[in-house]
């Protein structure tokens, strides 16, 4: 995989290291963009795409008879 090298703020860099538990602010940058694609991923995967909006739409009702 190809690496990419990105310049942070130093408090950034230490937020995310706390945040993360790590000792190593490459690492901790790294955990914290996986965990951020992974919660993107379930979440999309709970509330599904457009095409899913058939699923949730309520039926529509005629004029009421009577």
Same mark, same amino acid.
């Given at each position: 995989? /190809?690496? %990419?090298? %990105?310049?942070?703020?130093? &408090?950034? /860099?230490?937020? %995310?290291? =706390? =945040? !993360? @538990? !790590? *000792?190593?602010? #490459? &690492?901790?940058?790294? =955990?914290? %963009?996986? &965990?951020?694609?992974?919660?993107?991923?379930?979440?999309? /995967?709970?509330? @599904?795409?457009?095409?899913?909006?058939?699923?949730? /739409?309520? $039926? #529509?009702? *005629? $004029?009421?008879? *009577?």
């Amino acid at each position: 995989m /190809a690496k %990419v090298t %990105v310049t942070l703020d130093a &408090d950034l /860099a230490i937020e %995310v290291m =706390l =945040l !993360s @538990g !790590s *000792g190593n602010p #490459q &690492d901790a940058v790294e =955990l914290i %963009v996986r &965990d951020y694609l992974a919660r993107g991923r379930r979440t999309e /995967a709970r509330t @599904g795409d457009p095409a899913d909006a058939h699923r949730t /739409a309520r $039926p #529509q009702r *005629g $004029p009421e008879e *009577g």
